[in-house]
């Protein structure tokens, strides 16, 4: 069974990039902010990132780069769609209404 809260964004023979969408609650000197955050963790499994909802969709379309535990330099939307998932699955996961939206 798949888990709905973990999502490979990029695999060439293996998971290269993955995220995990977690529920935190954080304050902020005024008040509790509850949302989404996407731990991102790459193939040696250290945590590269937490991103927002606005910053996972701006890297994975191509807005914003990743560095990982190596060093290389990941710009998702140069990478090759056979590594990625399915667009509309993507967007399901970052929170994206698709309803309507042609894939």
Do not use: C
Request: no cysteine.
């Amino acid at each position: 069974m798949k888990n709905k809260d973990t999502l490979e964004l990029l695999n060439s023979e293996g998971p290269i990039l993955i995220a995990t969408k977690i529920f935190r609650t954080e304050h902020n000197g005024h008040e509790f902010i509850s949302q989404y955050v996407y731990k991102i963790n790459d193939r040696y499994n250290k945590i590269l990132a937490f991103f927002t909802k606005d910053e996972i969709y701006e890297f994975t379309r191509g807005k914003r780069t990743l560095t990982d535990s190596k060093d290389k330099i990941w710009d998702y939307g140069k990478e090759p769609g056979s590594m990625k998932p399915d667009l509309k699955e993507l967007d399901e996961f970052i929170g994206i209404d698709t309803t309507g939206k042609t894939y």
